[in-house]
């Protein structure tokens, strides 16, 4: 079975400083892992998956296989950071998405 | 073409009562799926399609739940003797499948059910 476990539901941090989502995952398989995100009244997005390895508006994920997480980071938050994100796990090439519960993140100024 | 687009938006139905929701994806997407989400979790899979064929149904799924995609682009879901449980957020995601995709879901606004 895949789990996908979000253990902030809420994170707040001032503008600048660094942010830190977590995610950790259960599956038997190689999972591909995602990062979706939902700005205030637009629709669910993708913000970075593993497999391309790329920094998506200064965010950066790395797959931890030991330790099962897939943890999202970015150095400098900026207020329009503010969303909501969501750790999502598929099986590879399935593009099932199991989701977890979200973290909501608050960028101050 | 302007994504994935669900219709209504917004329903509000009494018990007992069916209702549909209509999912048009991306159009040269070839899978579309579907999605519950209620207050504070994420979204939970319900089921999805490649082409007309629907693949996988989730087992958390009533029978009182039914999905088609009877030419392989839009997709209706319908709910039948609604239960105030089933008020939600129902989302559909579309994306194509092959060589050359990246698994990236598209997904719509999604249709919000209240059920009284």
């Known amino acids: 079975a895949q789990r996908v476990t979000q253990p902030e539901k809420l994170l707040s941090v001032f503008k600048g400083a660094p942010v830190e989502l977590k995610c950790n995952y259960s599956?038997?398989?190689?999972?591909?892992l995602f990062w979706y995100v939902q700005y205030s009244r637009q629709r669910l997005q993708l913000l970075l998956r593993?497999?391309s390895r790329e920094s998506i508006k200064g965010f950066t994920a790395d797959l931890n296989k030991g330790e099962t997480s897939f943890h999202l980071k970015k150095p400098f938050a900026q207020e329009e950071d503010s969303a909501m994100y969501y750790c999502?796990?598929?099986?590879?090439?399935?593009?099932?998405?199991?989701f977890g519960a979200g973290t909501t993140v608050t960028v101050r100024a | 073409d302007t994504g994935v687009s669900q219709d209504p938006r917004h329903k509000i139905t009494k018990r007992g009562q069916n209702v549909t929701f209509r999912c048009d994806p991306i159009?040269?997407?070839?899978?579309l799926y579907w999605y519950r989400q209620t207050l504070g979790q994420g979204p939970e899979f319900l089921t999805y399609?490649?082409?007309?064929?629907?693949l996988e149904k989730s087992r958390l799924l009533s029978d009182r739940f039914s999905a088609e995609r009877p030419k392989g682009s839009f997709s209706t879901l319908e709910i039948q003797r609604t239960e105030q449980g089933d008020s939600a957020m129902y989302l559909c995601?579309?994306?194509?499948w092959g060589s050359g995709n990246t698994g990236e879901l598209f997904f719509g606004e999604g249709s919000r059910l209240t059920v009284l």
């Open positions: 159009s040269e997407h070839n899978r």
């Open positions: 999502a796990l598929s099986r590879a090439n399935d593009y099932k998405l199991s």
């Open positions: 995601a579309s994306t194509g």
């Open positions: 593993h497999i």
């Open positions: 399609f490649q082409n007309e064929a629907q």
């Open positions: 599956y038997s398989g190689s999972p591909e």
